[in-house]
Structures are given as structure tokens and as C-alpha cells.
């Protein structure tokens, strides 16, 4: 089950970001249950959709409350956010990060607590939380972010270029702006559209009352199938967490398994 979860490609990228395991001074005290186990426990979490209590503690051997806890380490470390971009770099090195256009997109999904919710408009009003990312041309998540779900899109797009990390690419320096950035009826405002061309970024913003979004579907098909994968992730079909930092936490480690494919094929 662990190798299954966690493989050796994998477990090798996470032992370059996850920190240290703390030691006591006095030494002594129970025996800490190793970081692949528990990492495979936290990704059956995240793909199963389960409570941390429901976790088969037999099949790992750190129990649910150990499982959170280390998440809750890592998650205050950013580990996810860090092997979320060392997989990306891998993919960069390789070529397979396609930079000649981009697409951006949100999700809504139910929330029943929590920070960074609010009253969904198009749910009658039921709380709820967004997830928006960017995609590269392939549709690989390349940066992502959180909100209430009564946040507009159109709020999204700077803090989402602004979070697209340096990538490594097969040659020359890193990179972090794609070439044209494709978005829907949305993102349709003057200001944007100003501000991507000041950063030397072109824009394919569909435009109200004028273009159909048929024709935009044709590239940014690929995000939506993106939107279909994070779903394979069970634990972001209705949020649970409290914190938006785990919640944030649970996404990043979907968009690091969807990318982790991408590299293993």
C-alpha cells in the first residue's frame, strides 16, 4: 500500500523538501513513525476523501491523529507548495512544460466551516469556498489559489501570475510568464487586460456581448479536464477544514499528483 501510494520517484522528490525530524534534547520517548508511511497515509486521505479518524491505521502503521499531525507540520513548513514546485521543475527540465499559452479558471465546491468562505451566488447562497489555477498549454496546474466562493475571477488573475513560480526549462534561464493567457467572459475588464500587456504577456479574453465562448472552448478544454482531475482528489468535493491553509494544503497535493503522472509516463 505505501509503495503504491508513494512511489520511489516520489518519496525521492519529497526527502529533498520535507525538514528534519525534531530531536529531543533529553532523548528518549516514543518512536516516530517514519515519513514515507506517513505521507502515503496523508495521500490516501486526500485521494479517499476520509476522516483522519476513518484512516486503516494497519495498512500504514501511524494512526490518524499522527497522520494530521505531521500534516500540520509539513503544511506550516509549505512542504506541499515546495514538492508541488520541485515536480514542476522536473517536468521543466525535461521539456514537457508548454509556455506558449496558458489558461485560467476557477472551481466552487461546498463549504461547512472555515475561513476564506463565503455565500456561494450560484448555489443559492450556501457557503462555500473557490479554487483558482492556472494551467500551462498541456493543462498542468502551474499556480493556484484559494478564496470565498463569492469572490469574483477577475480578483484572481494578478495574484495568480504573480504566484506563477520560477520553472526550469530545458534550456536558458527559468521561467514564470507564459507567452498568452487565455480566460473566459470573466476576466473581461479593461484593467487586466492593461496590466497583462504592460508584462509583455498577450491576452485571449473572450469579450461580453461580443465573442462566444465556443471558440475560446478550443484551448481552454484543457483546463476543464484539469477541473475533472483535481476531483479524483476525493477530500476537495466539499470542504472540511477549518483552516484555509489545509484546505489550500489538500489542493496543492492534488495538483502534485496530477503533474507526478505527467513526469512518470
Same mark, same amino acid.
Given at each position: 500500500?505505501?509503495?503504491?501510494?508513494?512511489?520511489?520517484?516520489?518519496?525521492?522528490?519529497?526527502?529533498?523538501?520535507?525538514?528534519?525530524?525534531? #530531536?529531543?534534547?533529553?532523548?528518549?520517548?516514543?518512536?516516530?513513525?517514519?515519513?514515507?508511511?506517513?505521507?502515503?497515509?496523508?495521500?490516501?486521505?486526500?485521494?479517499?476523501?476520509?476522516?483522519?479518524?476513518?484512516?486503516?491505521?494497519?495498512?500504514?502503521?501511524?494512526?490518524?491523529?499522527?497522520? $494530521?499531525?505531521?500534516? #500540520?507540520?509539513?503544511?506550516?513548513?509549505?512542504?506541499?507548495?515546495?514538492? $508541488?514546485?520541485?515536480?514542476?521543475?522536473?517536468?521543466?527540465?525535461?521539456?514537457?512544460?508548454?509556455?506558449?499559452?496558458?489558461?485560467?479558471?476557477?472551481?466552487?465546491?461546498?463549504?461547512?466551516?472555515?475561513?476564506?468562505?463565503?455565500?456561494?451566488?450560484?448555489?443559492?447562497?450556501?457557503?462555500?469556498?473557490?479554487?483558482?489555477?492556472?494551467?500551462?498549454?498541456?493543462?498542468?496546474?502551474?499556480?493556484?489559489?484559494?478564496?470565498?466562493?463569492?469572490? $469574483?475571477?477577475?480578483?484572481?488573475?494578478?495574484?495568480?501570475?504573480?504566484?506563477?513560480?520560477?520553472?526550469?526549462?530545458?534550456?536558458?534561464?527559468?521561467?514564470?510568464?507564459?507567452?498568452?493567457?487565455?480566460?473566459?467572459?470573466?476576466?473581461?475588464?479593461?484593467?487586466?487586460?492593461?496590466?497583462?500587456?504592460?508584462?509583455?504577456?498577450?491576452?485571449?479574453?473572450?469579450?461580453?456581448?461580443?465573442?462566444?465562448?465556443?471558440?475560446?472552448?478550443?484551448?481552454?478544454?484543457?483546463?476543464?479536464?484539469?477541473?475533472?482531475?483535481?476531483?479524483?482528489?476525493?477530500?476537495?468535493?466539499?470542504?472540511?477544514?477549518?483552516?484555509?491553509? $489545509?484546505?489550500?494544503?489538500? #489542493?496543492?497535493?492534488?495538483?502534485?499528483?496530477?503533474?507526478?503522472?505527467?513526469?512518470?509516463?
Amino acid at each position: 500500500m505505501v509503495e503504491r501510494l508513494v512511489p520511489d520517484e516520489l518519496w525521492a522528490l519529497f526527502q529533498r523538501v520535507v525538514p528534519p525530524a525534531p #530531536t529531543r534534547p533529553q532523548g528518549g520517548g516514543r518512536r516516530r513513525h517514519g515519513d514515507r508511511e506517513v505521507l502515503a497515509a496523508i495521500v490516501f486521505v486526500a485521494t479517499s476523501g476520509c476522516t483522519w479518524q476513518q484512516l486503516p491505521s494497519p495498512s500504514f502503521g501511524p494512526s490518524g491523529a499522527t497522520a $494530521h499531525r505531521r500534516f #500540520t507540520e509539513w503544511t506550516k513548513a509549505r512542504v506541499w507548495a515546495k514538492l $508541488h514546485r520541485l515536480v514542476l521543475d522536473e517536468l521543466g527540465a525535461r521539456g514537457e512544460l508548454d509556455w506558449s499559452r496558458c489558461a485560467i479558471d476557477s472551481v466552487n465546491m461546498r463549504a461547512l466551516k472555515g475561513d476564506l468562505t463565503g455565500p456561494n451566488p450560484v448555489d443559492r447562497g450556501k457557503k462555500g469556498s473557490k479554487i483558482h489555477l492556472i494551467t500551462e498549454g498541456s493543462g498542468l496546474p502551474i499556480s493556484i489559489g484559494i478564496s470565498g466562493a463569492n469572490t $469574483h475571477d477577475s480578483q484572481a488573475l494578478i495574484p495568480l501570475i504573480r504566484g506563477i513560480p520560477p520553472i526550469r526549462s530545458r534550456r536558458g534561464p527559468r521561467r514564470r510568464k507564459p507567452s498568452k493567457l487565455y480566460a473566459d467572459k470573466a476576466y473581461d475588464y479593461a484593467h487586466l487586460r492593461r496590466w497583462l500587456r504592460q508584462r509583455g504577456i498577450a491576452h485571449r479574453i473572450a469579450r461580453k456581448g461580443i465573442e462566444s465562448s465556443a471558440r475560446l472552448g478550443r484551448h481552454r478544454w484543457k483546463i476543464e479536464r484539469t477541473m475533472a482531475w483535481l476531483a479524483g482528489c476525493r477530500r476537495l468535493h466539499r470542504r472540511y477544514e477549518r483552516s484555509a491553509d $489545509h484546505f489550500l494544503a489538500f #489542493t496543492s497535493i492534488a495538483c502534485t499528483l496530477i503533474c507526478y503522472r505527467r513526469l512518470t509516463k
